[in-house]
């Protein structure tokens, strides 16, 4: 089970930390993402880290900006977001893969959490 938290409203160029929790299983051993999704949009691939938190992915108009980290004792993930653009508008969801590769495919992640939203205002 994940749960995420931390979105709310912030003005362009400020930051953001998103959080999520995840109880009921050995969740250090798998990959953790980042996806959201926008008004009328698909969904889409944000970051990705390894079990180990050695391996991470983003897309590239977020490279320099997010950062995702984990916390595996506390069995926690995080995606530190600053400079934030109205563009990063949407809700934004956790995802575990227990597959263990860092991929982007949203169809690899087995498990979701309920997902929180993120307004960017100019």
């Known amino acids: 089970q994940l749960q995420a938290s931390g979105g709310g409203l912030v003005q362009a160029g400020g930051s953001l930390r998103l959080s999520c929790a995840a109880s009921?299983?050995?969740?250090?051993?798998?990959?953790m993402g980042w996806f959201r999704q926008a008004p009328g949009k698909e969904r889409e691939f944000v970051a990705a880290?390894?079990?180990?938190?050695?391996?991470?992915d983003y897309r590239d108009s977020v490279k320099g900006r997010f950062t995702i980290s984990k916390d595996n004792p506390k069995k926690m993930v995080y995606l530190q977001m600053n400079s934030l653009k109205p563009e990063d508008t949407a809700v934004y969801y956790c995802?575990?893969?227990?597959?263990?590769?860092?991929?982007?495919?949203?169809?690899?992640?087995?498990?979701w959490g309920q997902g929180t939203q993120v307004t960017v205002s100019s």
């Open positions: 009921g299983r050995t969740y250090s051993w798998y990959v």
């Open positions: 995802a575990l893969d227990s597959t263990r590769f860092v991929r982007r495919a949203s169809r690899y992640y087995e498990y």
């Open positions: 880290i390894s079990g180990s938190g050695g391996n991470t």
